[in-house]
């Protein structure tokens, strides 16, 4: 069996197309929405609204982790605007293009910048959406649990750490463990680039610890300290590279 897996697609359908090629299967672990590139400052849902200056100011906020100063800053961007349908209207032109990118058969699970409440009018037959849920592929058990938890961000899928926890509790033992955010731990949650620690889950942690599943594959951080390390006797990848690189993570077995 070949799986290929990927996470923080952020608008990247062109590679998305072909990310299931070769494999049995395409799991996702969210972020399909790209709403401000933090690289290339031009692409993004608030640049094409509110242009690139804006853009820049508004990651220069963030990035200095003024976040008060950041949400003050858009709130006037936004004054006078319905804020959310005009992200809703620009999120469902990027679903429209991603989810018709999916292969069959799709694992796929949310990231906290996407929108679950649209998703059921984009997966297509052939893409299981699981959050707190499991799925037998080629004889292992995979768990998923979408979203990521509390922060000053305050992007749209976040959820309290007990909710989150419980959802990784009802998992129960998997094989292959998959979430959008990382376990909590420093080599893991620091983005390298952003120049800081993004958060992670310690109730994730302590179910890899006690349940020692084979794998356990997450996403969240775009350029962390370590892409994997072992927890006990799981291998941790972070496979949320594939806006930049176009490129699956590979598990064979």
């Given at each position: 069996m070949r799986v290929h897996v990927v996470s923080d697609v952020h608008?990247?359908?062109?590679?998305l197309r072909k990310a299931g090629d070769g494999a049995d299967a395409l799991i996702c672990l969210g972020d399909l929405v790209l709403f401000l590139d933090y690289a290339d400052h031009s692409r993004g849902i608030f640049p094409d609204l509110f242009g690139v200056e804006n853009a820049h100011r508004i990651v220069e906020l963030r990035t200095a982790r003024r976040f008060q100063e950041a949400r003050e800053f858009g709130n006037r961007l936004w004054d006078g605007m319905d804020r959310e349908a005009a992200i809703e209207s620009a999120v469902r032109r990027q679903y429209a293009e991603l989810f018709a990118a999916f292969p069959t058969p799709t694992y796929a699970t949310y990231g906290n910048v996407d929108i679950p409440?649209?998703?059921?009018?984009y997966a297509r037959p052939g893409t299981t959406v699981l959050d707190g849920g499991r799925a037998e592929i080629g004889g292992l058990v995979f768990g998923f649990?979408?979203?990521?938890l509390?922060?000053?961000?305050?992007t749209p899928y976040e959820i309290d750490d007990e909710a989150y926890a419980a959802k990784i509790a009802a998992l129960g033992e998997v094989d292959v463990l998959c979430t959008h955010i990382p376990p909590d731990t420093p080599e893991l949650c620091y983005d390298t680039v952003a120049r800081r620690f993004e958060r992670g889950s310690a109730a994730l942690l302590d179910a890899i610890r006690a349940t020692r599943p084979r794998y356990a594959l997450f996403g969240h951080v775009h350029q962390p300290l370590a892409r994997r390390m072992r927890?006990?006797?799981?291998e941790c990848v972070n496979v949320g590279h594939f806006a930049s690189t176009g490129t699956p993570w590979t598990l064979e077995w």
């Open positions: 608008g990247n359908s062109r590679d409440k649209l998703w059921p009018e649990v979408g979203g990521g509390r922060t000053p961000m305050r927890i006990g006797a799981t």
